[in-house]
C-alpha cells in the first residue's frame, strides 16, 4: 500500500519528555513522531508531522492535508475543548481522522470529557500513551486497505 498520513499534534505537544511526566510521560514529540513513522513503513505509509500552540496554523495544516494525503491523526490536546475551527476543518477535508490523547481525558477534569473532533472520527484512543499512536497508525492503515 502507499499512501501518506497526516500526524497533528496540537499546543503544547512539544514540551512532551518534560511536561507534568506524572500524567504524559518520558517520551519526546520526535520519539512519538519516529513511532508514527516505523509503524507507517510497516504498511507502506509516509507521514508527515505538524505540531503547533496556534490554532489557525493546525486548521491550516488540516486544510493543506485534502487531496495530500490518505487519513490524519490528531492530538489537538486543549483544542479537544474548545475548537470548533478545527472540529469544521476536519469534516471539510472529509478524510478518515482518528483522535488520540496520551492521558484518559475521562479520568481527569470534567471539561476534558467532551471532544469537538470526536463525532469526526473512526476511532478515539485515549491512556495509552505514545503507544495510542502506534495503534491509531495501524487502525487507519486497516482502514485504508478496506
Same mark, same amino acid.
Given at each position: 500500500?502507499?499512501?501518506?498520513?497526516?500526524?497533528?499534534?496540537?499546543?503544547?505537544l512539544?514540551?512532551?519528555?518534560?511536561?507534568?511526566?506524572?500524567i504524559?510521560?518520558? =517520551?519526546?514529540?520526535?520519539?512519538?513522531?519516529?513511532?508514527?513513522?516505523?509503524?507507517?513503513?510497516?504498511?507502506g505509509?509516509?507521514?508527515?508531522?505538524?505540531?503547533?500552540?496556534?490554532?489557525?496554523?493546525? *486548521?491550516?495544516?488540516?486544510?493543506?492535508?485534502?487531496?495530500?494525503? =490518505?487519513?490524519?491523526?490528531?492530538?489537538?490536546?486543549?483544542?479537544?475543548?474548545?475548537?470548533?475551527?478545527?472540529? =469544521?476543518?476536519?469534516?471539510?477535508?472529509?478524510?478518515?481522522? *482518528?483522535?488520540?490523547?496520551?492521558?484518559?481525558?475521562?479520568?481527569?477534569?470534567?471539561?476534558?470529557?467532551?471532544?469537538?473532533?470526536?463525532?469526526?472520527?473512526?476511532?478515539?484512543?485515549?491512556?495509552?500513551?505514545?503507544?495510542?499512536?502506534?495503534?491509531?497508525?495501524?487502525?487507519?492503515?486497516?482502514?485504508?486497505?478496506?
Amino acid at each position: 500500500m502507499n499512501g501518506r498520513l497526516l500526524i497533528v499534534h496540537g499546543p503544547n505537544l512539544n514540551l512532551l519528555g518534560t511536561r507534568e511526566p506524572e500524567i504524559y510521560g518520558s =517520551d519526546t514529540l520526535e520519539d512519538v513522531n519516529e513511532l508514527c513513522r516505523s509503524t507507517a513503513a510497516r504498511y507502506g505509509l509516509e507521514i508527515e508531522t505538524v505540531q503547533s500552540n496556534h490554532e489557525g496554523v493546525l *486548521v491550516d495544516a488540516i486544510q493543506a492535508a485534502r487531496g495530500a494525503v =490518505d487519513g490524519i491523526v490528531i492530538n489537538p490536546a486543549a483544542y479537544t475543548h474548545t475548537s470548533v475551527a478545527i472540529a =469544521d476543518a476536519l469534516a471539510a477535508v472529509d478524510l478518515p481522522v *482518528v483522535e488520540v490523547h496520551l492521558s484518559n481525558v475521562h479520568a481527569r477534569e470534567e471539561f476534558r470529557k467532551h471532544s469537538y473532533v470526536s463525532p469526526l472520527a473512526s476511532a478515539v484512543i485515549a491512556g495509552a500513551g505514545i503507544t495510542g499512536y502506534r495503534f491509531a497508525v495501524e487502525h487507519l492503515a486497516a482502514q485504508l486497505r478496506g
